[in-house]
């Protein structure tokens, strides 16, 4: 049964998935010797902060149109969408990329779910973006994933 959490909770989770990811990019960008790899990481660290940067502008009211009460109580399954795929430092590095590749993919099913959860509006929009910019993210680690495992 998927836990009823306010909107403050889930943006809260959100946040943390997204501090996560760019610890988890900046750790495979020291690991990796591909410069490809290592430009991917970077960028996508730093997309990830941007992303961080915007959810924490909606928790602290930033964000008006179409936003939800803080307080307001949600059940559109969110946090089974933000589960944790473990990424280890013993993992081959093709590995790394299709796991790193699916957490994207998790956090872009959210990040959908979250938007559904908001009336048509700024934040909406914002929420639809981001699940897009998560779904780039993918596609670029399943490219690294595709070089090196084949």
Do not use: W
């Not at 809260?12 to 990481?41: H, N, P, W």
């Not at 699916?102 to 639809?128: D, F, I, M, T």
Request: without cysteine; aromatic residues 6%.
């Amino acid at each position: 049964m998927a836990s009823r959490l306010t909107v403050k909770e889930v943006l809260q989770q959100a946040i943390e998935k997204e501090i996560e990811a760019q610890q988890l990019y900046g750790d495979l960008g020291r690991r990796v010797t591909s410069r490809i790899a290592k430009d991917t990481f970077r960028e996508l660290a730093q997309q990830e902060k941007g992303h961080q940067q915007l959810l924490e502008r909606y928790l602290g009211g930033g964000l008006k149109a179409g936003a939800l009460r803080a307080e307001q109580v949600i059940d559109y399954k969110i946090t089974e969408n933000f589960e944790p795929t473990e990424i280890t430092s013993d993992m081959q590095l093709k590995d790394i990329f299709l796991r790193a590749a699916n957490r994207e993919k998790v956090a872009h099913e959210g990040y959908v779910a979250l938007s559904q959860a908001h009336p048509a509006g700024e934040v909406r929009k914002l929420l639809e973006e981001l699940a897009s910019q998560e779904m780039e993210h993918k596609h670029k680690l399943e490219f690294l994933y595709t070089e090196v495992a084949f």
